[in-house]
């Protein structure tokens, strides 16, 4: 299944992790390169606890990165089976 995660706060970027880890492709749609470069570091930091702690295997972190791609465009979330939209709570904008 692929997801389409609209939104790049800590509720996107947790969401992404989630569907990513599950096995799922995730596409993360930010507003700029500065969001999805900070939503990365997000899940790069819990993933890479996982891996500290024994839960999770460093080759495992890697393909679940590697299933999380950037979109700052609308247009790509068009053959998403799912989309979660989880912006900021401006009315424009949803």
């Given at each position: 299944?692929?997801?389409c995660?609209?939104?790049?706060?800590?509720?996107?970027?947790?969401i992404?992790?989630?569907f990513a880890q599950?096995?799922?492709?995730?596409?993360?749609?930010g507003r700029s390169?500065?969001?999805?470069g900070k939503a990365h570091k997000a899940i790069e930091k819990s993933l890479s606890k996982l891996v500290?702690?024994?839960?999770?295997e460093a080759v495992?972190?890697?393909?679940?990165?590697?299933r999380i791609k950037d979109t700052m465009a609308y247009e790509d979330c068009k053959d998403a089976d799912l989309v979660i939209e989880v912006v900021a709570e401006d009315v424009a904008t949803k």
């Open positions: 299944m692929k997801i995660v609209v939104g790049t706060g800590t509720m996107g970027n947790g992404a992790q989630t599950a096995g799922h492709d995730v596409l993360l749609k390169e500065a969001s999805l500290e702690k024994g839960k999770m495992e972190k890697d393909a679940i990165n590697a």
